[in-house]
Each structure stands twice: as structure tokens, then as C-alpha cells.
């Protein structure tokens, strides 16, 4: 036998073990980390055909999201706006600036802008808009702080537990109907009040409107 | 050798407790070890290629198929409403039913002390493995979308879902995959002595190293025999509650759901006894030939071929039963739509489907009852196909028949495969045959070890047996 095998390899069972666990787990920490949406999706931030600043129309002009997303209360789909809405002001305001060159243009012809997608559901889900703003879940849940971007990114993984964790617990999330589109609202300043009330509150709600959150399959695989 | 036994008186057996030996001629330990080993030593012989060449293209079928369908969709199959389980799943239990054999003679033949598992038992449980490997190909494939085939397990995924376990496709995943690594573990270990005679045996470098590492430092003393038992035992007790539970839970699959035809509570017991059938008839299918090409029929004797078409007769008069006991049921319950399943599977469209599995599985066994048949070789090689063929279509009448007709006419329909189900299937043979060509090839097929433990000088008793042995102080 020892003329096959040196000495050492008395030790290779015990080397193989450790050294198959020690791969094992850094394959499985891997694939945990980086081949989720959380990694895969989380930050994408495309540059956009006209640079388009949310913050400055949010923050600095205290626009509300749907004067621009004017369908997402009544529709399935939140509607990206036509050229004619940005022109009801920027036929007056930086009325030739040219970084609104295409703006005009699009007005102008008709040929929508460009806009590059960020959020993209897949076909087989079915996500409906007008539902969960109506049924006080805000903006700012899904697509993360937008009044305070320049250039929008992926703010959320969006990922099915991402659903999955609302769905199955719409109280931690809920919130006033008034409130959907005040992103930065908070039931109180101080965080363990706010807890408190997001809650109670959000307990209150979620019956008084009888908020279902389906987290059966078909809710969303229709 | 002969003067030492002229010194023990050895009692002469009365004639009716006379039983032919496990092993013929007197055969000494050396010539087994020759035999057994020879087959994975020198130039493959023409048989081998004959037969190798032929399953390696099959194999290459399959991995075309299987390509086409995952690049393509599960549409390719003929599966569609309202046959939405066709010939993939008939051909998942066809193939994990013919698994069985391999377990229940390794593990409860082992339990019962019965002696004669020794010879058969190491080509059984490579049976066994690799018709496990072609049944798990269906399962895995049927899903359509084949790479979130993980989602079976329960790993903590980003779609926040957890396995239903209260489903019994589940139960399945865990039941084959438990099956199946206990079955290669019980295999394994069996053959570690036997790869250490191989190692032993071996003249080139190359084997000395594959056969040494697979041997696992094995040097055959006291202490390695005492552990190697034990575990064996061990694994044993493991795998007997396996060979009743995996096709129990195989057959649970329809019993737990609501259509008449498949809600029967005889079903696990009806199923455990069908793979028993099945894979009885593919042991012996595969051994007839087998012990002729490799002369082997000192080891794998008449007797052994005897007991084996009794256990097909027992388990194919069980399954019988079973047939008959469904239409009883079917009739007793006063359920019509159960009453109209039954005699739609003898009288409806696929009639020709429920007589061909009434004749192959319950008349074809029948016949075991004689000696003759059970002792022309050539007729047991036939009825051992006729089972697996029958076994077959039983699958397809409880898949396929019970399916084409639902509960509102306006869903009924007719199945037809296509030809990349009859492809893939015929695929499946290919690698169930490369590998196990290649196992024999590679690996003893008889396990040495053990049968020298059965041969009649292996008794301390015998006047053959080893002088120094000294049982008697």
C-alpha cells in the first residue's frame, strides 16, 4: 500500500472534508449574496435621455407625484408622463434651455421620450398600481426615496419576499390615504413612537379597510 | 486438505434436509475471486462492445432529447389537458418500481439471513441505482422550467416560499433523493472489500491508485471485518422501512388526490408490491444472459433463478389481487364515477392497454407455478420481460386512463406521445445500460467477499473447510 500512497495522504480525508465544507459554504454565501435581486437589481440607476431631476420638482417645487403619474390611483399602471405635461410648464419655464431640446421635440411630433425602464416586473406577475395607492400603500415603499434623486434608481429588490413580507404583514407598512404621496411622513419624530403607531395605526387600517394582501399564488400568478 | 478431514467425523446430512449449494462444483475460494475479478481484467470481450455501443448511442439520444426539451418547453412532450401526467411520470414510477428489487434483496434478504442474495445481490442494488438515476430524470424534467428544480428543496430563497410539505409531490422529492444516497451508501460499503481484492489484483499503476483509493485503505483485518459489519447492518436497517416507503409514497402521488381511479387506499401497498414484481423481472431479465457471457453459472445457479421467478410469482399473484380488489372496490363503493372509471379501463378506449397489463402481469406469472418454466432459461428470460412490459402498461392504465376522462365530458380527450417522449424514454434505456455495462466492466458484479461465505466450505462443519479453523477449541 505504501507503495502507492505517500504518508500524507492519511491526511487527505480529513484535508477533503474541510476543505469540500470550507467551498460548499463559501458557493452557497455567494450564490446568497450576489445572485439576488437585492444584489442583481438594487442600485441600477441608467442614465436617462433628458436628465430629468426628481428631486428639484419633489424637494425644491413641492409637486405632487401624480400631477405627472396621473393614472396610478385609477389604473393598474402608473403612466409615465407625455411630453405635454412637462410643456403645461416648460412652455414658460427654461422655455429654450437645451438640455429640454428633446422634451419640445417629443411635444412637438408626438414621438415619445426615451425613458429608460428601472422598474420592471416580470409578465407572469400581475401588479396593480391603483390598489395598493388606494389602499394606503405609498410610493416611497417600492421605489425608495424618489424626491430626493437626481437620477432615479432601483431603490428596492422587489424581489418576491420583498411582495411576500407586505403581503404577509400589510400593518408594518400601511398608512394614512392622505399621506401616500408625502414620502417623507412619519407617524411621529420620535422612531420608537413611530413604531409604536405604524402598529397600532396600522392594525386599526388594515381592518377598518379590510386590506387583504392575498399571498396565495394566484394573487399575482394569475 | 483431504487427510485432515479424514480425522472429523463429519455426520452425513439426512437426504430431506438436502439442499443444492449456494455455489456449484465445489468451487474454491481462489476461483471465485479468478471469475468475479476476470470480468473487470484484460480486453473488454465482443459481447461487451456489442452491447456498449448500442446504449452509448441511446445515452446520446437522451441528452439530445433532454436538450430539446429544456431549450424548447415541456409542449414537446404530449402532455396536455386533460392528460396532464403522460408518459414522463408512467415512466418515473416504471423506472424507480424496477429500483426496488435492488433494496430488497441487499437489505430485507439480508435481515432474513436468506443465503442466496449473496450472488445477486451486488448486480441488484447497481440496477437499483441506476434505475433510480433514469426515474429522477423525469420528475426533474416535467417541471418545464428545469433550472429552479431547487426550489424543491427547502434552501431559504429571495421568493420568500418554503416547500409545501403537505403535498406528497414533496414527500417524493425527499423520499427518492433519501432513497437513492442510502442505496448508493448500502452499495458502496458492500463493495469495499471487494475493491481491496481488486486493488490487490491489480498490475498497472493506474488501477492499483483508482482501486486503492476507491478501497479506502481496506487491509482486511479483524477489526476493518468487525466495523464493515456492523455498518453494513446498519445500512441495512436503514433501507428495509425504504423499500416499503418510497413506493408507497410514489403511489400517494395519485391515492392523496380526488380522482376516481387514483383515491384508493390500496394503492401503497399495491404499488410496493408492482416494483417488487417489476424489478424482480429486470434482475432476472438482466442475469440470465449476464451469468452465461461471464460463466458464472457455478455462482448464479438454477436455484437462485428458481427462488427468484417464486418471488415474481408471489408479488405478480399480489398485484393481481390488487387489480381485482380495485374493481371490487369500484363496485362496492356505489360511487359512479368510480364504477364508470373501472369499466372505462377495461371496456374504453385503451382497452387494449388494461388487457395487455391483465395478461403480462397477472396470467404471464401464473406460469411460474411450473418447475419446467421456471427451469428453461429462455422461457424465464421471455416472462421476465412480459412483467416489465406489463408493469409498464399498469402505469399507463393508471396515469393516462384515469386522466382522458374527467369528471365533465367536455374534458375528455385522447393521449397520443410524441416521438420525443417515445425518444426520451428509449433514451433512458441507454443510460440505464451504459452504466451498468460499465459497472461490470469496472466494478465485480458478484460480491466475492460474501459469496465465499456461502460456499459449502466456508462451513466449519464441511469436510473442505480449513483445518486451522479450530471452532471446537
Redesign the interface.
Given at each position: 500500500m505504501s507503495a502507492i500512497f505517500p504518508k500524507w495522504t492519511n491526511r487527505l480525508p480529513l484535508m477533503v472534508l474541510i476543505g469540500g465544507g470550507m467551498t460548499a459554504t463559501a458557493v452557497v454565501a455567494g450564490v446568497w449574496y450576489y445572485f439576488t435581486p437585492k444584489y442583481t437589481y438594487v442600485g441600477y440607476q441608467p442614465l436617462q435621455p433628458v436628465a430629468f431631476s426628481h428631486a428639484t420638482h419633489v424637494e425644491q417645487l413641492g409637486m405632487d407625484c401624480r400631477y405627472c403619474h396621473s393614472a396610478v390611483e385609477k389604473s393598474w399602471f402608473s403612466n409615465i408622463p407625455s411630453a405635454s405635461t412637462c410643456m403645461n410648464c416648460h412652455n414658460q419655464v427654461l422655455k429654450d434651455d437645451p438640455r429640454l431640446a428633446l422634451v419640445r421635440e417629443s411635444a412637438a411630433t408626438g414621438k415619445p421620450i426615451p425613458w429608460v425602464q428601472i422598474h420592471r416586473m416580470p409578465d407572469f406577475v400581475y401588479f396593480n398600481h391603483a390598489v395598493h395607492v388606494n389602499r394606503g400603500i405609498s410610493c416611497v415603499e417600492c421605489h425608495g426615496p424618489v424626491h430626493k434623486m437626481d437620477e432615479v434608481w432601483h431603490a428596492q429588490p422587489l424581489s418576491m419576499s420583498f411582495c411576500l413580507d407586505c403581503h404577509r404583514d400589510p400593518a408594518a407598512k400601511i398608512r394614512p390615504l392622505d399621506k401616500i404621496t408625502d414620502l417623507d411622513w412619519k407617524w411621529s419624530e420620535d422612531p420608537n413612537v413611530a413604531a409604536q403607531q405604524q402598529r397600532t395605526q396600522g392594525e386599526k387600517l388594515v381592518r377598518d379597510w379590510r386590506v387583504e394582501s392575498l399571498d396565495n399564488c394566484s394573487a399575482c400568478h394569475r | 486438505m483431504a487427510e485432515v478431514a479424514a480425522n472429523i467425523p463429519v455426520p452425513p446430512t439426512p437426504p430431506e434436509l438436502m439442499r443444492e449449494p449456494l455455489v456449484r462444483n465445489n468451487r474454491s475460494f481462489a476461483w471465485i475471486s479468478d471469475r468475479v475479478a476476470a470480468i473487470t481484467e484484460g480486453k473488454a470481450p465482443a459481447w461487451w462492445w456489442a452491447a456498449f455501443i448500442p446504449s452509448f448511442a441511446l445515452l446520446c439520444l437522451l441528452v439530445a432529447m433532454l436538450a430539446y426539451q429544456i431549450s424548447t418547453g415541456v409542449g414537446v412532450w404530449g402532455n396536455n389537458h386533460p392528460v396532464m401526467w403522460g408518459w414522463d411520470i408512467i415512466n418515473f414510477v416504471w423506472w424507480i418500481g424496477i429500483g426496488h428489487a435492488g433494496t430488497l434483496i441487499s437489505a430485507i434478504l439480508f435481515l432474513l439471513r436468506q443465503r442466496w442474495r449473496t450472488a445477486v445481490n451486488r448486480a441488484a442494488e447497481a440496477m437499483t441505482i441506476f434505475a433510480v438515476m433514469c426515474a429522477g430524470i423525469f420528475p426533474a424534467m416535467h417541471v418545464g422550467r428545469v433550472w429552479f428544480d431547487w426550489w424543491l428543496f427547502p434552501i431559504p430563497?429571495?421568493?420568500?416560499?418554503w416547500p409545501q410539505f403537505r403535498s406528497p409531490l414533496m414527500w417524493d422529492v425527499f423520499a427518492v433523493s433519501t432513497y437513492f444516497t442510502v442505496s448508493v451508501l448500502f452499495w458502496y460499503v458492500g463493495l469495499i472489500p471487494d475493491l481491496a481484492t481488486l486493488r490487490d489484483r491489480a498490475k498497472t499503476?493506474l488501477r492499483?491508485?483508482i482501486y486503492?483509493v476507491l478501497a479506502l485503505?481496506w487491509?482486511g483485518s479483524n477489526r476493518h471485518w468487525s466495523n464493515y459489519e456492523k455498518a453494513y447492518l446498519i445500512l441495512a436497517g436503514l433501507s428495509t422501512p425504504l423499500v416499503l416507503s418510497v413506493h408507497s409514497i410514489v403511489s400517494l402521488d395519485f391515492a392523496v388526490s380526488q380522482l376516481p381511479g387514483w383515491h384508493t387506499t390500496i394503492f401503497p401497498p399495491y404499488f410496493v408490491a408492482g416494483a417488487i414484481f417489476s424489478g424482480f423481472g429486470m434482475v432476472l431479465t438482466l442475469l440470465i444472459p449476464l451469468r452465461s457471457m461471464c460463466k458464472l453459472e457455478d455462482i448464479i445457479t438454477m436455484r437462485h433463478i428458481d427462488v427468484m421467478c417464486k418471488v415474481t410469482l408471489a408479488t405478480g399473484s399480489i398485484v393481481g389481487y390488487a387489480y381485482g380488489m380495485e374493481f371490487f372496490i369500484a363496485w362496492y363503493s356505489g360511487s359512479l364515477y368510480e364504477r364508470f372509471a373501472f369499466i372505462n379501463r377495461a371496456l374504453g378506449p385503451y382497452w387494449w392497454g388494461y388487457w395487455l397489463m391483465i395478461i403480462c402481469n397477472v396470467v404471464v406469472p401464473q406460469l411460474f407455478w411450473f418447475k419446467r418454466v421456471r427451469h428453461t432459461l429462455w422461457v424465464v428470460f421471455i416472462l421476465s420481460i412480459l412483467v416489465n412490459v406489463g408493469m409498464w402498461f399498469e402505469r399507463f392504465v393508471i396515469v393516462v386512463i384515469s386522466l382522458h376522462r374527467e369528471f365533465l365530458p367536455a374534458n375528455w380527450g385522447y393521449f397520443k406521445p410524441t416521438w420525443v417522449d417515445i425518444c426520451t424514454y428509449l433514451g433512458t434505456f441507454g443510460l440505464f445500460f451504459t452504466c451498468f455495462l460499465l459497472f461490470l466492466r469496472f466494478l465485480p458484479m458478484i460480491a466475492i467477499s460474501e459469496v465465499k461465505g456461502v460456499t459449502p466450505q466456508a462451513d466449519p462443519h464441511h469436510p473442505l473447510a480449513k483445518p486451522n479453523g479450530g471452532h471446537h477449541g
Open positions: - | 430563497n429571495f421568493q420568500g416560499l499503476r492499483q491508485f486503492g485503505g487491509t
